[in-house]
């Protein structure tokens, strides 16, 4: 899409063709997944898309981020990933612990 957009004749083909990305934006953001996961590749009969627990999804996007940012400037950002996992782990630990009051 760059190279469409820096070799397009004009202005008018440069305006209609980000109003077209825009669109196609919007379509995407609209639409509902029967799973959570991450957009891996697809065309016009779909998309594909590689499905886990969104708290998964979530911190896999995190750690992309984490990858292609400098660490420097964003550490605290990124350290709820972490904070996220162990929130997680401490839910489901009570979780267990009251199931298991429930049985007893």
Known sequence: ???????AAGEAERATLIAATA????TLHAERFENHGR??????????????????????QIEIKREIA??????????????????????????IEQRLEAVR
Not at 42 to 60: F, H, I, K, Y
Not at 70 to 95: I, K, S
Request: net charge negative; hydrophobic share 35%; glycine share 6%.
């Open 23 to 26: 669109r196609t934006f919007a």
């Open 70 to 95: 400098p660490a420097e400037r964003f550490p605290e950002h990124f350290d709820v990933a972490d904070r996220l996992e162990e929130e997680l782990a401490r839910e489901l630990e009570q979780e």
């Open 1 to 7: 899409m760059d190279e469409q957009l820096s070799t």
């Open 39 to 60: 957009i891996v590749g697809g065309g016009a009969s779909g998309l594909e898309l590689d499905t886990a627990p969104w708290t998964d999804v979530l911190t896999n």
